[in-house]
């Protein structure tokens, strides 16, 4: 199930005022034709739904809905985000190694990626990041996958890819202004 992206939700009322503009200048003769503001159509975000095990390093996503744990919104880094997948790398332990000693691995790998996607330590960034790691149950099926997500610190969302950028990241606030983007 899909989420409304913010430029879909803008459609609806941009279509509405310019219903309403047509509309007023059919009032018959005498009517004066009044321009109450014009805009530019705003482009439709291609948001795609996928599997978050399907996910890629460089690809830019929002966070999974209660409704789809698994699922997740792909969308182009130059909209505004909530998190972007940096990092994918296998476990090499040959059995199960428990959930800490995963945590831990995963952990080590997704530290040393962050610093080389980004050029800088999670400790001299705005940004943290998240990581998802096989479960026992998919370990048995031999799923020994790791995946890195960078995100705000504040919880905010990002504009722009954050490859090189040091950890200085565009971001939107609650009210949708955004900041500067970070490297593409």
Avoid: K
């Avoid at 952990?107 to 990581?131: H, I, K, Q, V, W």
């Amino acid at each position: 199930m899909s989420r409304p992206r913010p430029a879909r939700a803008l459609a609806v009322p941009t279509a509405a005022l310019t219903l309403a503009t047509l509309l007023a200048g059919c009032g018959g003769p005498g009517a004066t034709e009044e321009v109450v503001g014009t805009s530019t159509p705003t482009p439709a975000v291609s948001a795609v739904e996928t599997s978050i095990f399907e996910l890629s390093p460089g690809q830019c996503y929002d966070r999974p809905t209660a409704d789809s744990l698994y699922a997740v919104e792909v969308v182009p880094c130059t909209v505004a985000h909530d998190l972007e997948a940096y990092a994918l790398f296998q476990l090499d332990e040959p059995s199960w190694p428990g959930d800490e000693r995963v945590h831990g691995l995963a952990d080590a790998g997704c530290r040393e990626e962050f610093t080389a996607f980004t050029g800088a330590t999670p400790e001299d960034s705005n940004l943290g990041y998240t990581m998802y790691t096989p479960s026992s149950g998919s370990w048995s099926e031999g799923d020994r996958q790791v995946l890195c997500a960078l995100q705000l610190n504040s919880g905010g969302r990002m504009i722009g890819s954050q490859a090189g950028a040091a950890g200085t990241t565009g971001a939107t606030g609650a009210a949708g202004t955004t900041g500067t983007t970070g490297s593409s």
